[in-house]
C-alpha cells in the first residue's frame, strides 16, 4: 500500500480509471455495440439490427470463419508439435547450442510478419516448392509465425519442472521414450494446452502475413474484417469482428477447461 | 528428496550428458523444418533484393531504393511512430502497473486477466474500434455536434500518424504492464512501509525503491513494444491513410499493389536488419533482468515470471 489517506486514494484510483476505461474497456464494448447497429453519429449507436449477424450466416463470411479455425487448427498443432519437440531437444544440448537453437527459434518473433509472408511468396512460387495460391502456404505461414510462442511457452515450463520425477522414473529403469510419454509429457500438459490456446488465438487473428499470400479460395476471417472496413461496411466488419473475438473466447475457455481438469488429475 | 536435485547427481541418473551426439540428432528435425519454411525463404528474399529485374547481381535495387523519397518518408514514419509509441506506452504502462499493484482495489486482479485477454486480440480491432469512437461520425464527434450543432466534429486524427500513434500505445500498452507486474511482485513491502515510516512521500518511495527494481523490466518491456511497433501492419493497414506509410506497409505496397518484388525484398532487408537488431538488444536487456533478479533473491518462485516473457506467453 503506497498511498495511505482514503482521499489520495479515491483520487489515485479515479484517473487510473479515467485512463483505463477509454483506452483499453470502451475499444471491446464499442465494437460489440456497432455490430448491432446501422448507424453511429450520436453519443450512442442508433438503428438497431441483427441483419449485420444475418448476413454473416447467409454470406461467405461462414467460409471464411471456417477457413480462420481450420488453419488456426492446423497451425497451431503443427506449431505446438515443432515448439515442443525443439523445446525437449534443446533441454538436453549443451549451453552454446542451445542458446543458437533458442536464437532461431525466437528470430521468427523479431522479423516482421509482412516479410515472412514476403519470403514465403518468394520461396514457394517457384520450383522445387509449389505452394503459391494453395491453402498449405497460408497455414505454413501461421505455423512459422506462431511457433516461437509454442517453443518459449513449453521451455519456461520445462524449466519449472521438478527433474526429480523424471530421475526417480528413470532410477527404476523406466526407458527415455517412456519416462518422456508417460511422466514428462502428463506433467507439461497444462503448459502444452496453454500454449496450443496462445497459438489458435494468434492464428486466429493473423492478418499481416496472410494479406500478402492468401489465395481467393482460402481467405480468412481477418482479411474479410479487412474487406467489409476498406468498402466502408464498418458496421459489417464490426459483427465480423465480434465473430472474430467470440471464436477465439471461445476457444481458450475451452482449452482453459482441459488445464484445470488435467491438473486435478 | 532435496539432494536428488543437485546438478551433478541429475546427469548421473539422466545417463547421457549434456551437449551429446544423440541429443543434437534429435534437435536435427526441428532445425530442418524451420530452416525450410522460414530460413531458406529469407535467404532468398535477400538474395531477390539482389537481383535487378534486367538481371545480373549488384547493389543497384538497393541505390533505387534509398533514393526514392517513399522509401525515406516511410523509415521516417516508421522510426517516430515505433518511438512515440514505445514511449507512450511506457509512461501508460508505468502508471497503470503502479496502481493495480502499489494502490491496490477490489477488482484488480480481475482488470489484469482482462489485460492479458487483451493480448489474444489481434492489433487491427484497435483501429476499427477508434474508428467509432474518434471517426469523422464516431462518438466524440458525435457528442461534440449534438452539444454545439455543428455539422461535423473538431476531431480528425485518425487517418494521420496521430492515430496509428494511439491504436498503438492503446494496443502495446498491456505488453509493458505484464512484465512490469511480474516485477512489482517481487518489490518487499516491508521496504515500502520502511520508507513511508521514515516520512518519504510516496512520489519519492516510487523514484527511490520502487523504480529501481523495475528498471530492467521497463527496458525490456520498452525494447520489445519498440520491435514490434516497427514491424507493425494491421494497425498501419487499417487506418488506411495514403499519407502514413510504415516499412512493413511499404513491402506490402511494392510486392502486392505494384509488383515490384526485388524493391520490396529491398525494404524487407531493411526492415529486418533494424527488427533483428532491436530484439538482439531486448534479448540481451531481457535476460539481463532476469538474471539480476534470480540473484537478489533465491527462490522457487523467481523462475517463473522473468522480465524476458515472450511477447505473449501464457495469455
Same mark, same amino acid.
Given at each position: 500500500?503506497?498511498?495511505?489517506?482514503?482521499?489520495?486514494?479515491?483520487?489515485?484510483?479515479?484517473? *487510473?480509471?479515467?485512463?483505463?476505461?477509454?483506452?483499453?474497456?470502451?475499444?471491446?464494448?464499442?465494437?460489440?455495440?456497432?455490430?448491432?447497429?446501422?448507424? %453511429?453519429? =450520436?453519443?450512442?449507436?442508433?438503428?438497431?439490427?441483427?441483419?449485420? $449477424?444475418?448476413?454473416?450466416?447467409?454470406?461467405?463470411?461462414?467460409?471464411?470463419?471456417?477457413?480462420?479455425?481450420?488453419?488456426?487448427?492446423?497451425?497451431?498443432?503443427?506449431? #505446438?508439435?515443432?515448439?515442443? %519437440?525443439?523445446?525437449?531437444?534443446?533441454?538436453?544440448?549443451?549451453?552454446?547450442?542451445?542458446?543458437?537453437?533458442?536464437?532461431?527459434?525466437?528470430?521468427?518473433?523479431?522479423?516482421?510478419?509482412?516479410?515472412?509472408?514476403?519470403?514465403?511468396?518468394?520461396?514457394?512460387?517457384? +520450383? +522445387?516448392?509449389?505452394?503459391?495460391?494453395?491453402?498449405?502456404?497460408?497455414?505454413?505461414?501461421?505455423?512459422?509465425?506462431?511457433?516461437?510462442?509454442? $517453443?518459449?511457452?513449453?521451455?519456461?515450463?520445462?524449466?519449472?519442472?521438478?527433474?526429480?520425477?523424471?530421475?526417480?522414473?528413470? =532410477?527404476? =529403469?523406466?526407458?527415455?521414450?517412456?519416462?518422456? %510419454?508417460?511422466?514428462?509429457?502428463?506433467?507439461?500438459?497444462?503448459?502444452?494446452?496453454?500454449?496450443?490456446?496462445?497459438? *489458435?488465438?494468434?492464428?486466429?487473428?493473423?492478418?499481416?502475413?496472410?494479406?500478402?499470400? $492468401? +489465395? +481467393?479460395? %482460402?481467405?480468412?476471417?481477418?482479411?474479410?474484417? *479487412?474487406?467489409?472496413?476498406?468498402?466502408?461496411?464498418?458496421?459489417? =466488419?464490426?459483427? #465480423?469482428?465480434?465473430?472474430?473475438?467470440?471464436?477465439?473466447?471461445?476457444?481458450?475457455?475451452?482449452?482453459?477447461?482441459?488445464?484445470?481438469?488435467?491438473? $486435478?488429475? | 528428496? @532435496?539432494?536428488?536435485?543437485?546438478?551433478?547427481?541429475?546427469?548421473?541418473?539422466?545417463?547421457?550428458?549434456?551437449?551429446?551426439?544423440?541429443?543434437?540428432?534429435?534437435? /536435427?528435425?526441428?532445425?530442418?523444418?524451420?530452416?525450410?519454411?522460414?530460413?531458406?525463404?529469407?535467404?532468398?528474399?535477400?538474395?531477390?533484393? &539482389?537481383?535487378?529485374?534486367?538481371?545480373?547481381?549488384?547493389?543497384?535495387?538497393?541505390?533505387?531504393?534509398?533514393?526514392?523519397?517513399?522509401?525515406?518518408?516511410?523509415?521516417?514514419?516508421?522510426?517516430?511512430?515505433?518511438?512515440?509509441?514505445?514511449?507512450?506506452?511506457? &509512461?501508460?504502462?508505468?502508471? /497503470?502497473?503502479?496502481?493495480?499493484?502499489?494502490?491496490?482495489?477490489?477488482?484488480? !486482479?480481475?482488470?489484469?486477466?482482462?489485460?492479458?485477454?487483451?493480448?489474444?486480440?489481434?492489433?487491427?480491432?484497435?483501429?476499427?474500434?477508434?474508428?467509432?469512437?474518434?471517426?469523422?461520425?464516431?462518438?466524440?464527434?458525435?457528442?461534440?455536434?449534438?452539444?454545439?450543432?455543428?455539422?461535423?466534429?473538431?476531431?480528425?486524427?485518425?487517418?494521420?500518424?496521430?492515430?496509428?500513434?494511439?491504436?498503438?500505445?492503446?494496443?502495446?500498452?498491456?505488453?509493458?504492464?505484464?512484465?512490469? /507486474?511480474?516485477?512489482?511482485?517481487?518489490?518487499?513491502?516491508?521496504?515500502?512501509?520502511?520508507?513511508?515510516?521514515?516520512?518519504?512521500?510516496?512520489?519519492?518511495?516510487?523514484?527511490?525503491?520502487?523504480?529501481?527494481?523495475?528498471?530492467?523490466?521497463?527496458?525490456?518491456?520498452?525494447?520489445?513494444?519498440?520491435?514490434?511497433?516497427?514491424?507493425?501492419?494491421?494497425?498501419?493497414?487499417?487506418?488506411?491513410? !495514403?499519407?502514413?506509410?510504415?516499412?512493413?506497409?511499404?513491402?506490402?505496397? !511494392?510486392?502486392?499493389?505494384?509488383?515490384?518484388?526485388?524493391?520490396?525484398?529491398?525494404?524487407?532487408?531493411?526492415?529486418?536488419? /533494424?527488427? @533483428?537488431?532491436?530484439?538482439?538488444?531486448?534479448?540481451?536487456?531481457?535476460?539481463?533482468?532476469?538474471?539480476?533478479?534470480?540473484?537478489?533473491? !533465491?527462490?522457487?518462485?523467481?523462475?517463473?515470471?522473468?522480465?524476458?516473457?515472450?511477447?505473449?506467453?501464457?495469455?
Amino acid at each position: 500500500m503506497l498511498v495511505h489517506s482514503k482521499a489520495a486514494r479515491r483520487a489515485v484510483h479515479s484517473v *487510473f480509471f479515467l485512463l483505463f476505461v477509454p483506452v483499453f474497456a470502451l475499444p471491446l464494448l464499442v465494437i460489440v455495440a456497432a455490430s448491432f447497429a446501422t448507424n %453511429w453519429s =450520436g453519443a450512442l449507436p442508433s438503428g438497431a439490427t441483427l441483419t449485420h $449477424y444475418q448476413d454473416i450466416v447467409r454470406g461467405d463470411s461462414l467460409d471464411a470463419l471456417v477457413t480462420s479455425v481450420l488453419t488456426a487448427l492446423a497451425a497451431s498443432t503443427a506449431a #505446438l508439435t515443432a515448439g515442443t %519437440w525443439a523445446a525437449l531437444a534443446a533441454e538436453k544440448l549443451g549451453p552454446r547450442t542451445r542458446r543458437v537453437l533458442d536464437a532461431l527459434f525466437l528470430l521468427p518473433v523479431a522479423v516482421p510478419s509482412v516479410v515472412v509472408g514476403l519470403s514465403l511468396l518468394v520461396a514457394f512460387s517457384r +520450383p +522445387p516448392f509449389l505452394l503459391n495460391g494453395t491453402p498449405q502456404i497460408v497455414i505454413t505461414a501461421h505455423t512459422v509465425l506462431v511457433t516461437a510462442f509454442a $517453443y518459449q511457452s513449453v521451455t519456461a515450463a520445462l524449466a519449472r519442472l521438478d527433474p526429480a520425477y523424471e530421475q526417480s522414473a528413470a =532410477g527404476l =529403469g523406466a526407458r527415455p521414450a517412456y519416462v518422456l %510419454w508417460r511422466v514428462k509429457l502428463p506433467l507439461l500438459l497444462p503448459s502444452l494446452t496453454a500454449a496450443i490456446g496462445l497459438c *489458435f488465438a494468434l492464428s486466429m487473428g493473423e492478418l499481416s502475413a496472410t494479406m500478402m499470400l $492468401y +489465395p +481467393p479460395d %482460402w481467405m480468412p476471417l481477418p482479411v474479410q474484417i *479487412f474487406a467489409a472496413t476498406d468498402r466502408g461496411s464498418l458496421f459489417a =466488419g464490426a459483427a #465480423l469482428a465480434v465473430v472474430l473475438m467470440a471464436t477465439t473466447l471461445l476457444v481458450l475457455l475451452a482449452v482453459s477447461r482441459i488445464r484445470t481438469r488435467a491438473t $486435478y488429475r | 528428496m @532435496v539432494a536428488v536435485r543437485t546438478p551433478a547427481v541429475r546427469e548421473s541418473v539422466g545417463g547421457r550428458a549434456p551437449g551429446a551426439p544423440r541429443a543434437v540428432l534429435w534437435a /536435427l528435425p526441428p532445425v530442418a523444418a524451420l530452416a525450410l519454411v522460414f530460413l531458406y525463404p529469407l535467404a532468398l528474399v535477400a538474395w531477390q533484393s &539482389l537481383t535487378p529485374d534486367d538481371g545480373g547481381h549488384s547493389l543497384t535495387p538497393y541505390a533505387t531504393v534509398l533514393a526514392e523519397t517513399s522509401f525515406r518518408e516511410a523509415l521516417g514514419n516508421t522510426v517516430l511512430i515505433a518511438l512515440g509509441a514505445t514511449l507512450g506506452a511506457l &509512461l501508460l504502462g508505468l502508471a /497503470l502497473a503502479l496502481v493495480i499493484a502499489f494502490v491496490p482495489f477490489p477488482g484488480g !486482479k480481475a482488470l489484469s486477466r482482462f489485460i492479458d485477454l487483451f493480448l489474444a486480440f489481434p492489433s487491427f480491432l484497435i483501429t476499427l474500434a477508434l474508428l467509432f469512437l474518434y471517426g469523422t461520425v464516431g462518438v466524440a464527434n458525435g457528442l461534440w455536434t449534438d452539444a454545439t450543432g455543428a455539422a461535423t466534429g473538431p476531431l480528425n486524427f485518425l487517418h494521420t500518424p496521430w492515430g496509428v500513434l494511439l491504436a498503438e500505445v492503446t494496443y502495446f500498452t498491456p505488453f509493458v504492464m505484464r512484465p512490469l /507486474l511480474a516485477a512489482f511482485s517481487q518489490v518487499e513491502t516491508g521496504q515500502l512501509e520502511a520508507a513511508a515510516s521514515l516520512g518519504a512521500r510516496p512520489w519519492r518511495i516510487v523514484r527511490t525503491v520502487i523504480l529501481p527494481e523495475a528498471l530492467p523490466s521497463l527496458a525490456a518491456g520498452g525494447a520489445l513494444v519498440l520491435v514490434l511497433c516497427l514491424n507493425e501492419f494491421g494497425i498501419v493497414l487499417f487506418t488506411g491513410a !495514403k499519407d502514413v506509410v510504415t516499412l512493413p506497409m511499404l513491402v506490402y505496397t !511494392k510486392a502486392i499493389l505494384d509488383g515490384d518484388y526485388t524493391g520490396a525484398c529491398v525494404v524487407a532487408v531493411i526492415n529486418i536488419a /533494424l527488427s @533483428v537488431a532491436l530484439y538482439a538488444l531486448y534479448r540481451t536487456v531481457a535476460s539481463r533482468a532476469a538474471g539480476a533478479r534470480r540473484g537478489r533473491r !533465491k527462490g522457487p518462485r523467481t523462475a517463473a515470471g522473468s522480465g524476458g516473457d515472450p511477447r505473449r506467453a501464457g495469455a
